[in-house]
């Protein structure tokens, strides 16, 4: 189980680089177009900012499994075990609510997305806006796996420290600039 | 009283450690629910349209002209350079890093991956030269910070989107203030080294020097092409950013041969991630906007600061000594995404220059990133530097002092941001 | 009959648009007619989100009204695409005709099946065109000629057919790109060749009248049913005050700009109406192009409908 796991987040993972590159070949082929020869492709403009939703919300998932989305640990820093528990399950169950929500709202609004086509590509906009299933699913579904193992006592040091914002790497203190 | 739902709702979720993403969510879930207008469509709705905004784009491909700068070799390149130029004068190292800091400022738009870079290379040098190691980390730190308000900037891009201003007359706006804070840091250092004990690199040669120039050129070519090009209209932000990163990937597998093709999808992976992080924010925070502009709070303010609408300075004042505060426990974007929906509608209604409110907003929340206790970029020249953390928080003082008076003078003479940004644009 | 209700109205450009004025007069008319329960708030600029955003937000029924105008909605109502076309309305007086009869209500049907109640035309105008390097008397003249048009394949394709080449570029970035010679020529009303002071670095203006956009003054369907027929009348009706005001502001603000525009040193000509007839012939073929995905009903319609005016 923990290895389908592993690799489904791998093929997330593949999935950011190709949506990260596309974008910038799509844009960079438009400004070579343009000064080049003078045209440019519709397609790219719109699918560029596709790509970088698909990339946001999928990338938010990846982030949110990591520990990576920026908080700020200062007052939980000063509690001792039991009370950085205590704020551990408040927060999941925050982030159970507002993903939660997040995912009702992307399915009340599917019907009208879905009737809503791009200019350009003639894409439905519910492939569109449809991320918020995945986003709005994922992080109840991590968050809630969380929430499990913390009130039955199995969380592990490692993940109190990386509540509290300790042994950041570089790369994530970097997003937080 | 919105207000304070409003800010209660948000702090009371950061404190217990929610993610700032989330509790911008959180807030925007109260906040429907105590103006009785509850619909999950609104989360939805104005989460995903967030990001469909093609300005944004500007962030990843700046991200990864960054990514591809350090992994490249640019960054070395430009220490180098500044290192053969400036490196035997009295203090030459801490003159080094100021100068280097400006110079990688006009080409990222991350204080956090300057500082790690500039870091990383000169404080080992600069403790081996005898050198205060914290004072040091302190400079180091303090240079780090002009990466936002020098273009190019993600602090600009994302207050552009929020505040609606040109991201264009922002990014010209930033050039003169930002080299300000740089002269500033150099007058501060060589005040504070005036008495210590330290080893003055030897001298180089005019050719040693040239080389250094021409080894660094490729990299120096990068602000031009980026600066250049926005100024002259010729591309948008946005391809100002993507041309900057094919040109840093151009040089750093090309020319310096730093950068292999294997290395592409760890760096691409990492900034695509970043700009998640950052982008997923930036959703959130637009939820909250929305409510915020739907519930009229920047009115409710404005009734609380009515008597200082008629005085343009002593309300810029008051904000600044707001953000200053904020600043000291949250991070840049946050602080940004926060602030810039409930204070640009005082703003305009007082009469002040948007562009000229937006370099100072920058400047401000670039300090608050080396204010404790929360100040990520002394995190940084900590963690690469290996100095403790409270070393760092005591040698950045003098820097940290030096800019917040640059600030406030620009708070004074407004003119000094104006000026030179109508003289650029 | 008449319950309080605050309606909020989102708007993509600023308040001191002549919207601004048609709103005021719109809240005017519904004060008198509600003994003030009904009552406006405008946000301009983006401020509740962009045109589509705040019409999606409308068909959700978590907003009210929104002033947009049609070319955003073609994702939605693919028909809107009709007042894309080129050369379509000659004068305003044959918009009005159109807009406010029969036509404009087959229009308001469709937007209605997408939970969409247009309440009356409130209008963005004429679309001319400037440039910096030639007057534009002729079809042949557009040739060569690098235009900024906005984001829209129907624009595009009409300044292409035209021999210009047209580049899509957002608005932000058209002053610097027409001052720096990277474009030759943009298009838009007088009045933003005015604001945006187009006219400082531009030649020529030629009163092309290529596109006239109208501005639908929309409400959500899902709020809009549950009113009383009393605040749904007083609605409609204030929305037509409100959209004379504003078609008023608009023609006297034109003169203005074009009285500035000539004032700047700029050489405005219009096109003499052979012309004008020639080149709306040679732009069928964009109409051809255009009508599977519009409708060919729709197109058809509104042509049949033009004929009948003109031949009045
Ligand atoms: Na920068
Ligand atoms: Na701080």
Request: aromatic share 10%; net charge neutral.
């Amino acid at each position: 189980m923990q290895k389908v796991i592993e690799l489904f987040y791998r093929v997330l993972e593949a999935l950011l680089i190709l949506l990260l590159a596309g974008m910038a070949l799509m844009v960079f082929g438009n400004v070579v177009l343009r000064y080049g020869f003078n045209s440019g492709l519709n397609v790219s403009e719109e699918m560029s900012r596709y790509f970088f939703v698909w990339l946001t919300f999928i990338g938010a998932v990846v982030a949110f499994r990591e520990h990576s989305h920026l908080g700020v640990e200062s007052l939980v820093a000063m509690f001792g075990r039991k009370g950085r528990v205590i704020c551990m399950v408040l927060s999941n169950i925050v982030i159970i609510l507002c993903s939660a929500i997040f995912f009702w709202g992307t399915w009340v609004q599917l019907p009208i997305n879905s009737s809503m086509v791009a200019p350009v590509t003639g894409l439905s906009m519910a492939w569109v806006y449809g991320v918020g299933f995945f986003t709005g699913g994922g992080c109840v579904l991590i968050a809630l796996e969380r929430l499990i193992r913390l009130l039955t006592g199995r969380v592990t040091e490692d993940e109190i420290a990386a509540f509290t914002g300790e042994n950041l790497t570089i790369e994530q203190m970097a997003e937080r600039t | 009283m919105t207000l304070f739902v409003f800010v209660g709702s948000l702090l009371g979720a950061m404190a217990i450690g929610v993610p700032v993403a989330f509790s911008l969510m959180f807030c925007g879930v109260v906040l429907m629910w105590y103006m009785d207008m509850f619909n999950s469509q609104i989360i939805a709705q104005n989460m995903i349209a967030g990001a469909d905004t093609f300005t944004l784009l500007a962030i990843p491909f700046f991200i990864l002209a960054g990514e591809l700068m350090n992994s490249g070799g640019l960054s070395k390149r430009i220490i180098e350079f500044a290192i053969a130029c400036v490196g035997h004068i009295r203090g030459g190292l801490g003159i080094v890093a100021i100068v280097a800091a400006l110079i990688m400022a006009s080409i990222s738009g991350s204080a956090a991956a300057d500082t790690a870079a500039l870091a990383a290379i000169l404080i080992p040098m600069m403790a081996k030269a005898g050198y205060n190691i914290p004072r040091s980390g302190g400079l180091i730190a303090a240079g780090g910070i002009i990466a936002p308000v020098i273009p190019p900037s993600m602090a600009f891009i994302v207050f552009g989107v929020a505040a609606n201003v040109s991201i264009t007359q922002l990014f010209m706006a930033g050039i003169f203030p930002g080299i300000l804070m740089g002269l500033s840091l150099v007058v501060t250092w060589l005040i504070v080294v005036r008495k210590d004990n330290v080893q003055a690199l030897p001298k180089t040669s005019y050719r040693e020097r040239l080389r250094a120039t021409g080894r660094a050129a490729w990299a120096l070519g990068m602000p031009v092409i980026i600066l250049g090009g926005i100024k002259a209209g010729v591309v948008t932000p946005t391809e100002a950013a993507v041309i900057a990163a094919a040109y840093a990937m151009f040089v750093g597998m090309v020319i310096y041969r730093e950068l292999k093709p294997s290395d592409l999808p760890r760096v691409i992976l990492q900034a695509a991630k970043t700009t998640s992080v950052i982008m997923f924010l930036v959703c959130a925070a637009l939820v909250s906007a929305w409510l915020i502009t739907a519930a009229n709070i920047p009115a409710e303010i404005a009734g609380y600061i009515e008597p200082l609408i008629d005085r343009p300075t002593l309300l810029m004042f008051v904000i600044m000594i707001l953000v200053l505060v904020v600043g000291t426990a949250l991070d840049l974007t946050p602080t940004i995404l926060i602030l810039t929906p409930v204070l640009m509608p005082i703003i305009k209604q007082a009469g002040i220059d948007p562009v000229y409110f937006g370099v100072l907003f920058i400047i401000n929340n670039s300090i608050g990133l080396i204010t404790p206790p929360v100040g990520v970029v002394l995190n940084v020249v900590s963690g690469v530097g290996r100095i403790p953390l409270g070393k760092v928080t005591a040698g950045v003082w003098p820097f940290l002092l030096a800019q917040t008076i640059v600030l406030f003078l620009l708070v004074l003479f407004p003119d000094l941001v104006i000026v030179p940004a109508r003289w650029l644009h | 009959e008449f319950n309080s209700r605050n309606i909020r109205v989102s708007n993509g450009i600023n308040a001191d648009h002549p919207v601004g004025n048609g709103i005021k007069a719109m809240q005017e008319c519904l004060d008198q007619k509600s003994g003030g329960k009904l009552k406006l708030t405008a946000f301009w600029g983006g401020a509740l989100g962009g045109d589509l955003q705040a019409t999606q937000a409308l068909r959700s029924g978590v907003q009210e009204a929104v002033v947009t105008s049609s070319s955003p909605l073609v994702g939605i109502i693919p028909a809107l695409g009709v007042f894309d076309l080129p050369f379509l309305f000659s004068t305003p007086a044959e918009a009005y005709k159109v807009l406010d009869g029969k036509f404009g209500d087959q229009m308001n049907q469709k937007l209605d099946a997408s939970g969409l109640v247009n309440l009356a035309y409130w209008e963005n105008g004429f679309r001319n065109l400037s440039n910096s390097q030639h007057p534009v008397t002729k079809w042949e003249d557009f040739s060569g000629l690098k235009v900024r048009v906005m984001q829209n394949n129907i624009f595009l394709d009409t300044f292409q057919n035209l021999g210009a080449n047209a580049t899509p570029m957002a608005f932000g970035e058209v002053y610097s790109a027409l001052e720096t010679k990277a474009i030759d020529a943009q298009e838009n009303p007088y009045v933003t060749i005015d604001t945006s002071k187009f006219f400082e670095v531009q030649k020529y203006v030629t009163e092309t009248n290529h596109a006239y956009t109208p501005f639908l003054f929309l409400f959500s369907k899902a709020i809009f049913n549950t009113y009383t027929p009393e605040e749904q009348t007083a609605l409609r009706e204030c929305a037509v005050v409100g959209r004379d005001v504003e078609r008023q502001v608009i023609a006297d603000l034109n003169k203005k700009s074009l009285e500035k525009i000539k004032e700047a040193g700029l050489q405005v000509n219009q096109l003499s109406p052979e012309e004008q007839a020639r080149i709306r012939e040679k732009s069928m073929i964009v109409y051809e192009k255009h009508k599977a995905q519009i409708g060919p009903d729709v197109v058809d319609g509104i042509l049949a409908e033009l004929k009948t005016i003109r031949g009045n």
